[in-house]
């Protein structure tokens, strides 16, 4: 629909029951919250095969009638659907224009090594961290976070420090009413994006129900043994719950052609998944890569690899960081350290600076 028609306008009603009176046909009203308006845009589901586009293209307060040929309707960017799916979160503004950087703790451990971490945040300028409650690890024998008790202190220190958002995973539907309940408690000094994990990719339960509420937006990271395909699907689920405040992470594929890296990094998938999406795109260079290594020329291969993400367009940055890594409960060895922080930070701002000097010139060569 045209802009100035919302989904309680009788013209909108009108478009519905046009698309209603087809048999089999029935419709589904989303608003998409874009980074210059907000639209709301009527879904046909049936068999729309045979139905023409024309009357619809024909009525006044219709803007564009689109076909869809692939499954993620919400979350993918179809023919002619030139506007990104932004949205402004506690805040903070993500779209496929934007760039952040989320250095933090793969897992909370003690509040002085997360205050530490806050602290070297703010001394960097950074307002947006990643910190772990709930650890999905591989063995039950390994630490799994300390859930919900670590809330309380960690939300206060977030915003002690000015944190504004904080990535943090959730692994099952409780997690999300526990830091519903904490954030309330500590009288909402920062901001949560819910974050589901690579092990979580295709746990459509878990992906409907953050996708049924709408006070958290959603990290969702790519499944590391599906297809892109299959990922982009899966995140539909959350989107076609209603939540649309949605950024897709890449954090690298399990497959032995990877190695040394943990993960084989899948960053070249960044204008990949801007273009077949509207939503914005986070790189993790830490899961990917796994360690610190360093290359021949003295940067890590963390440093480098960000690099390839954010020359392509990454408008997001998930980064392990610990004042101790030695300390650390959870990937420890793969955590950037408070004298590396200042490096990577602008390190990955020289790159962007780049990335938007390649946009420069090709509007300037057309
Ligand atoms: C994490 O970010 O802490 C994590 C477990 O990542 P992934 O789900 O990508 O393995
Ligand atoms: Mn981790």
């Given at each position: 629909m045209k802009?100035e028609?919302?989904p309680?306008?009788?013209?909108?009603r009108?478009?519905?029951?046009?698309a209603?009176?087809?048999?089999d046909?029935?419709?589904?009203?989303h608003?998409?919250?874009?980074s210059?308006r907000?639209l709301?845009?009527?879904y046909?589901?049936g068999?729309?095969?045979?139905?023409s586009s024309e009357?619809f293209?024909e009525?006044?307060?219709?803007?564009?009638v689109i076909?869809?040929?692939?499954?993620?309707?919400?979350v993918?960017r179809?023919?002619g659907?030139?506007e990104?799916?932004?949205?402004?979160y506690?805040?903070v503004?993500?779209?496929?224009?934007?760039?952040?950087?989320?250095p933090?703790?793969?897992?909370v451990?003690t509040r002085?090594?997360?205050?530490a971490?806050?602290?070297?945040l703010?001394?960097?300028g950074?307002?947006?961290?990643?910190?772990?409650?709930?650890?999905?690890r591989?063995?039950?024998?390994d630490f799994q976070?300390?859930g919900a008790?670590?809330?309380?202190w960690?939300?206060?220190l977030?915003?002690?420090?000015?944190i504004?958002?904080?990535?943090?995973?959730?692994?099952?539907?409780?997690h999300v009413?526990?830091?519903h309940?904490?954030?309330?408690?500590?009288?909402?000094?920062?901001?949560?994006?819910l974050?589901?994990?690579?092990?979580n990719a295709?746990?459509?339960?878990?992906?409907k129900?953050?996708?049924?509420?709408?006070?958290?937006?959603?990290?969702?990271?790519?499944?590391?043994?599906?297809?892109?395909?299959?990922?982009?699907?899966?995140v539909?689920y959350v989107?076609s719950?209603?939540?649309?405040?949605?950024?897709?992470?890449?954090?690298?594929?399990k497959?032995?052609l990877?190695?040394?890296?943990r993960?084989f990094?899948?960053?070249a998938?960044?204008?990949?998944?801007?273009?077949?999406?509207?939503?914005?795109?986070?790189?993790?260079p830490?899961h990917s890569?796994g360690?610190?290594?360093l290359?021949p020329?003295?940067?890590?291969d963390?440093?480098?690899?960000?690099?390839?993400?954010?020359?392509a367009g990454?408008?997001m940055?998930l980064?392990?960081?610990?004042?101790?890594p030695e300390?650390?409960?959870?990937?420890g060895?793969q955590?950037?350290?408070p004298?590396e922080l200042?490096?990577?930070?602008?390190?990955?701002?020289?790159?962007?600076?780049?990335y938007?000097?390649?946009?420069?010139?090709?509007?300037?060569?057309?």
């Open positions: 802009a028609f919302g309680e306008a009788p013209e909108t009108q478009v519905i029951r046009m209603e009176r087809h048999p046909i029935r419709t589904e009203v608003v998409i919250r874009g210059m907000t709301t845009e009527i046909l589901l068999p729309t095969a045979s139905i009357p293209e009525f006044p307060a219709v803007e564009k076909r869809i040929r692939e499954r993620y309707r919400t993918g179809h023919e659907q030139a990104a799916v932004g949205f402004e506690n805040g503004h993500f779209s496929q224009d934007s760039f952040f950087l989320f933090g703790v793969c897992a451990d002085e090594n997360l205050e971490t806050f602290r070297a703010r001394a960097a950074i307002s947006t961290t990643r910190a772990g409650a709930y650890k999905p591989t063995s039950p024998y976070g300390h008790k670590c809330l309380p960690t939300f206060e977030a915003g002690k420090y000015g504004r958002v904080i990535a943090m995973e959730v692994t099952s539907e409780s009413d526990e830091i309940d904490a954030l309330a408690a500590a009288g909402n000094p920062t901001g949560v994006m974050q589901i994990g690579t092990r295709q746990n459509f339960e878990l992906l129900s953050v996708g049924s509420q709408q006070e958290f937006p959603v990290l969702f990271k790519r499944g590391m043994g599906i297809t892109l395909e299959e990922s982009l699907n899966a539909e989107a719950g209603g939540n649309h405040r949605i950024v897709f992470g890449l954090r690298g594929m497959t032995n990877g190695d040394p890296h993960n990094v899948d960053f998938m960044v204008p990949v998944v801007k273009r077949l999406t509207r939503m914005p795109v986070c790189i993790d830490s890569v360690k610190r290594t290359a020329d003295g940067l890590t963390i440093h480098h690899v960000t690099a390839q993400g954010v020359i990454a408008n940055v980064v392990d960081f610990h004042p101790n300390e650390a409960l959870c990937d060895p955590a950037l350290t004298p200042e490096h990577f930070v602008r390190d990955a701002q020289l790159v962007r600076d780049a938007l000097q390649r946009l420069k010139l090709k509007n300037e060569l057309g």
